[in-house]
């Protein structure tokens, strides 16, 4: 196969609208839709890592597509009916497999490089200045299955020409894309056998933590077993004979079973913590992950004012270092709290993009009330936390009425929250200063233990005492 061949499938062919469909059927969902993939420290152009893994979240509806326009490729030469004049000729079947086959998997890999692309500006021309290689693998895996689909479903049409096996494919497909593709935290239906069968899919799930990637056995597995699919495809696509056809099945059984061997069972093991971006970088007693190493100084800087401040409130057991979580939880899960550091998520909405004394506010309000429950857009959560950490927060920084950490919102539900800590606080302000120093303490201690925040506020108001 030569360029000019190539040339003349990439103009005169389907091919090139497979990757145009990738690219821009991506790109229209990430521009045009305001969905998560925009909000938090896992946003798709916050991070490499997380920017390679919403690319390839969304190939659960690509991936079938492209072994649809294969297979529509593929019907090429029966449709035209010059299926016996071309096998008459004497060049090798291969070789012409090849020229329609090359010409796909170019358009594919090249649609999806330009998405990866369009996405890597923004991430490089973002805030961040960490540059990790563990995110080649995780889109290079994904173009290497569009260009497996798409070359599977070539073949299968040419074994099966019949205008029933586009559409019986790419649906084929879809359903099992999406019978595969674990959830947002990685899991599925229990049984080592049903773990391992998510890997097969091309798509993973949408990233939910900064610090969350794949294990390289997956990428080995996944590699093994889609490189198998590409060998039977292009078996399919280049054999002209039945004990061909059925010897070309070998290469897809092989590759799945080194798969299956190789593959995690749990999804802890295929969904794993970054260990390079979540080395710790440290300014005294103030440690980040190396990922948002370039949030240090201005977290540092708050920190010393807001260590300041819990010591003067809570006395020697008050914490003495700040440092940014890193364990990996399940969704709706409880995060292990410390009284001995303050635990930063950059995915919170109260650290998301503070700044200035908003962060120290922050700060001292984790410090204070810290809270289990998540409060990010992924998870929702956090408005009682939110009051109750504001109570606690302007009663340290003696503020002359309560300011509220966050937005209050106007819905029935957060009127009747912020009414409540608005009466707790009053309560709490009348008291005498010793009385209000030790419902803080006990709030603290109930927080800790990860209480319900709700349930704290008649610790703040002196009503459990009576």
């Given at each position: ?12 062919s ?12 991506s ?11 925009w ?16 690319t390839?979240?969304?190939l ?28 008459s ?12 086959g090359g ?6 890999a ?9 996405g ?10 960490y ?28 074994a ?15 359903l ?15 049984g ?8 097969l ?10 610090l969350l990637?794949?294990?390289?056995a997956?990428?080995l ?13 292009f078996?399919l696509?280049s054999?002209v ?10 290469p ?24 390079a971006?979540a ?29 300041k401040?819990l ?14 979580d890193t364990?990996l ?19 919170e909405?109260?650290f998301?993009?503070?700044?200035g ?20 857009d ?11 950490q ?6 340290a920084?003696?503020?002359a ?15 009747r ?5 608005d ?12 009385e ?13 233990s990860c209480?319900?925040?709700?349930g ?11």
């Open positions: 196969m030569n360029g000019r061949v190539l040339g003349i499938e990439l103009r005169r389907v091919a090139p609208w497979a990757g145009l469909v990738v690219l821009a059927g790109l229209a969902v990430f521009f045009l839709i305001d969905g998560i993939w909000r938090g420290a896992a946003g798709w152009t916050a991070q490499w890592t997380s920017m390679a893994m919403w390839r979240s969304f659960v509806f690509w991936w079938p597509l492209a072994v649809g326009f294969g297979a529509v490729y593929g019907l090429r030469d029966s449709r035209s009916r010059m299926g016996e004049l071309l096998s000729t004497p060049r090798p079947a291969w070789r012409r497999a090849a020229a329609p010409a796909l998997a170019l358009a594919l090249a649609g999806f490089g330009v998405l990866v692309l369009v890597g500006v923004q991430v490089a021309l973002g805030p961040t200045t540059l990790p290689l563990g995110w080649l693998p995780i889109s290079l895996v994904a173009a290497l299955g569009l260009v497996a689909g798409g070359v599977f479903g070539m073949g299968v049409a040419r099966l020409p019949s205008v029933l096996t586009p559409p019986a494919l790419a649906l084929g497909f879809l099992l894309s999406m019978a595969l593709t674990p959830n947002s935290d990685g899991s599925h239906p229990a080592r056998s049903a773990n391992q069968l998510t890997q899919s091309l798509a993973t799930a949408s990233p939910r933590q900064l990637t794949l294990s390289w997956v990428h597995g996944q590699a093994l077993w889609l490189l198998g699919l590409l060998g039977t495809g078996a696509l054999t004979t039945r004990r061909g056809r059925a010897l070309a099945v070998l897809v059984v092989v590759g799945l079973a080194l798969a299956l061997l190789v593959l995690p069972g749990a999804p802890r093991d295929s969904y794993v913590v970054d260990r971006a080395v710790p970088v440290c300014a005294g007693p103030v440690c980040v992950t190396r990922v948002n190493s370039d949030r240090l100084p201005e977290v540092a800087l708050r920190s010393k004012e807001a260590l401040v010591h003067e409130v809570l006395g020697d057991a008050a914490p003495s270092a700040v440092r940014e364990e939880r399940d969704i709706g899960a409880d995060r292990r709290l410390s009284a001995d550091a303050v635990l930063v998520d950059f995915d909405r109260l998301r993009d503070a700044t004394e908003a962060l120290t506010r922050a700060l001292i309000a984790q410090g204070l009330a810290p809270n289990c429950s998540p409060s990010n992924r998870e929702g959560g956090g408005r009682p936390d939110i009051a109750v504001s109570i606690a927060v302007s009663w920084l003696h503020d009425r309560l300011q509220a950490l966050a937005d209050k919102g106007s819905d029935a539900y957060s009127l929250i912020w009414a409540d800590a009466a707790a606080w009053e309560r709490l302000t009348s008291a005498p200063p010793a209000q120093r030790a419902r803080i303490a006990a709030l603290r201690a109930t927080m800790l209480s319900s925040a709700s704290v506020l008649p610790i703040v108001s002196g009503e459990a005492a009576r």
